[in-house]
């Protein structure tokens, strides 16, 4: 392994998709990431649709380069392994809520004592200090927690309704990824772990409010919460004479552009609306509601030359099958077929970004349950018959 955290060591202790989804880059990036799995499995293998069974699309997607484990942890054989593993790790990342972690006796304290290298990381729902913090939590469940939903209404006038693409869980997974590798640095430079708690409630609240904090950012408020731009009901694909174009005519420079493009600037110089972000933004209802009007005057190939011609950013609107085949994404070589040991061909996406040394991506297929459990044991100094007592007594398991 060439990525840049080649010779880290990361147990995760995770299900689901966004502790996974964290644990998944820290592979890509060359970690030796071992999966400890309940005799179950992770519950998202069952998601489908499937062409073996435990091994779903959702599943494949986020849990490349690592090595999978079973361990029942219910079992005190299957705890001693695990502190086994601690004692030679890294990084220990978990999505147990911390009651349950501390029920299994895993408390930053008695993991520190095992390893004071150790950084621990916990991801889950909510900050141990207030009153949520033994709540469960989920995707859907935080995006209405931080008003996602309601923003929606607000900006299309129709019911709340989550986001479909699991944000939370993928954006607080990458919170994450910045934690860990913060907190490496620290550790190779003091020799000393850390514990870190990432709750998903006060993460995404930061994220939204980063934006629609607005006038409230002042003491006392300056104006209400929301950013205008934002929730306005005509902020979305412009419908064209033949279907939709996504543009994004944003800074001065901009819409000096734009309306030069349409043979119009004397427009631009008379109206003051136009003329800086501060009065686009008094006027935005008026200048995105005048905008969509004429957009819809032209077909979309024409309105993505002119905006190529004038330098605007904009993108035609792609549906999930047309992103698949997408020509930028063709050529850039972001779909690539492989071939999975077991599951046959598959379609992988490439690490999307690029590193003049030490480029991370896939080190591993995603593992079928208890693949490397074996291989993981056998490192961790246990025999052949003490391997094979562990798989009769249930507390590991192999594919079968």
């Given at each position: 392994m060439s990525g840049p955290l080649a010779g880290t060591r990361v147990v995760d202790l995770s299900t689901m998709l966004m502790a996974p989804y964290a644990t998944q880059i820290l592979g890509d990036m060359g970690a030796d990431v071992i999966k400890v799995e309940a005799p179950a499995g992770d519950p998202v293998r069952g998601i489908g649709p499937l062409k073996n069974p435990g091994m779903g699309p959702i599943f494949l997607n986020v849990n490349r380069s690592k090595r999978s484990l079973v361990l029942d942890l219910k079992n005190p054989a299957g705890m001693e392994v695990l502190h086994g593993l601690l004692q030679t790790a890294d990084v220990f990342v978990y999505n147990v809520r911390p009651?349950?972690?501390?029920?299994?006796?895993?408390?930053?304290?008695?993991?520190t004592a095992l390893n004071p290298r150790l950084?621990?990381?916990?991801l889950f729902g909510y900050g141990q200090d207030g009153p949520y913090a033994k709540k469960p939590a989920f995707d859907d469940l935080i995006q209405g927690a931080v008003a996602i939903p309601w923003l929606a209404h607000q900006a299309t006038g129709q019911e709340p309704a989550y986001t479909p693409t699991a944000i939370v869980d993928r954006g607080v997974a990458l919170w994450a990824v910045g934690q860990v590798n913060a907190a490496?640095?620290?550790?190779?430079?003091?020799?000393?772990?850390q514990h870190i708690q990432v709750p998903m409630f006060e993460m995404m609240a930061s994220f939204v409010l980063g934006d629609h904090l607005s006038g409230h950012s002042f003491d006392p408020p300056l104006g209400p919460l929301g950013y205008p731009r934002m929730?306005?009901?005509?902020?979305?694909?412009?419908?064209?004479?033949?279907?939709?174009v996504c543009a994004m005519i944003y800074t001065d420079g901009h819409w000096k552009s734009f309306f030069q493009a349409l043979g119009r600037p004397e427009e631009f110089e008379r109206d003051a609306r136009y003329h800086s972000m501060t009065s686009r933004t008094q006027h935005i209802a008026?200048?995105?509601r005048e905008l969509g009007e004429l957009l819809r005057t032209?077909?979309?190939?024409?309105?993505?030359?002119?905006?190529?011609?004038?330098?605007?950013?904009?993108?035609?609107?792609?549906t999930p099958d047309t992103l698949r085949e997408d020509p930028h994404?063709?050529?850039?070589g972001f779909f690539n077929a492989y071939e999975h040991p077991s599951q046959g061909a598959l379609v992988d996406m490439a690490y999307p970004s690029t590193w003049s040394q030490t480029q991370p991506g896939g080190t591993r297929h995603?593992?079928?349950?208890?693949?490397?459990?074996?291989?993981?044991l056998k490192e961790a100094g246990y025999s052949d018959p003490h391997i094979a007592e562990l798989i009769r007594a249930g507390i590991t398991r192999i594919p079968q």
């Open positions: 009651q349950a972690m501390e029920r299994l006796g895993l408390t930053f304290e008695r993991l950084i621990t990381l916990g490496l640095v620290h550790q190779l430079k003091t020799g000393q772990g929730i306005n009901r005509d902020r979305k694909p412009y419908r064209t004479q033949d279907g939709y008026d200048i995105y032209q077909t979309t190939a024409h309105w993505l030359a002119l905006f190529e011609r004038a330098d605007i950013p904009a993108m035609p609107l792609h994404l063709q050529a850039v995603p593992p079928t349950l208890g693949e490397h459990s074996i291989e993981v």
